[in-house]
């Protein structure tokens, strides 16, 4: 087999590799970086190989708001599972430490989001939008807060991603008491 086509294969299969072991839905910009990170591929091959692998049925892209994220489809499982023995060794152990060492940290970043705008209506400038995902994506709470500071948001945003799971207890328990 041509070199050339050997390493194009390869990088597709180092692709769906990453997903399947990531085991959730992964950004371009996460992909992205790993690839870089890596020096496996270059953005523009990345993005190509993305574009086929989607076109090819072996990746889902998913679009949720303003984030699209890639996600292993039946097809791409089989075709790791029936070729992952032309994945280098050494490449299966990096992708492997790259995940055990970056999975919590990737989950958590797409389970918690803050956010701020600029918005110049309603005499407040900006808006904070603190959400809560579960796994699969579905929100379970979402908050928008309007604010007249940067400094406001920039602490509501902290405040939500290193306290998330207390302020999502209070807050569900008091939307849920019945007043008492």
């Known amino acids: 087999m041509d ?5 194009l294969a390869e990088n597709k299969l180092i692709i769906l590799y990453l997903v399947e072991k990531m085991g959730l839905a992964l950004s371009n910009s996460e992909i992205c970086q790993f690839s870089l990170e890596k020096n496996y591929m270059d953005y523009f091959s990345v993005q190509q190989y993305l574009s086929e692998l989607v076109e090819a049925h072996l990746l889902k892209k998913n679009k949720h708001k303003n984030h699209t994220r890639y996600t292993l489809t039946t097809e791409g499982k089989e075709i790791i599972n029936y070729f992952i023995q032309h994945i280098a060794e050494n490449t299966k152990q990096e992708i492997d430490t790259y995940v ?19 918005e110049s209506n309603n005499g407040y400038d900006y808006i904070v939008k603190c959400s809560l995902c579960d796994n699969d994506g579905t929100n379970l709470m979402e908050i928008s807060v309007p604010v007249a500071t940067k400094e406001q948001a920039q602490i509501i945003c902290n405040n939500w991603k290193n306290n998330v799971s207390r302020l999502y207890g209070t807050i569900f328990s008091a939307l849920v008491s019945n007043g008492k």
């Open 3 to 7: 070199y050339s086509v050997s390493r």
């Open 100 to 118: 055990q060492q970056n999975k919590k940290r990737i989950h958590t970043e797409h389970e918690v989001t803050a956010r701020y705008f600029l």
